[in-house]
């Protein structure tokens, strides 16, 4: 049986470390625009997935507050796949 706690779990600290190091890789004068684009595509993938255990979280009847971690994580993916799209868009003027 899958184990969906601990994949939210597994998915929230990579969340937290995508939190940590997406900002400083965009701070770094040196990134090319496929880099960005490339970790553009990741966190849209990651935010896919998250989205999917989101969905498998509330069919299997977990509680609100699973579900809700889900959300936020989901919104913390978006946020940094946002952040790495506006820095695409600088770099392209």
């Not at 600290?13 to 190091?21: F, I, L, N, P």
């Not at 997406?22 to 090319?32: E, F, G, T």
């Not at 970790?39 to 998250?50: D, T, Y």
């Amino acid at each position: 049986m899958t184990d969906w706690i601990e994949i939210l779990k597994e998915q929230t600290a990579t969340g937290d470390q995508m939190s940590r190091e997406v900002p400083q890789m965009l701070a770094n004068p040196d990134i090319s625009e496929a880099q960005v684009k490339t970790l553009f595509s990741a966190l849209e993938k990651q935010a896919e997935f998250v989205e999917k255990l989101r969905m498998a979280l509330e069919k299997f009847g977990h509680d609100f507050s699973v579900i809700k971690a889900a959300e936020r994580l989901e919104e913390r993916y978006a946020d940094l796949a946002a952040s790495v799209a506006e820095k695409l868009k600088a770099m392209r003027g």
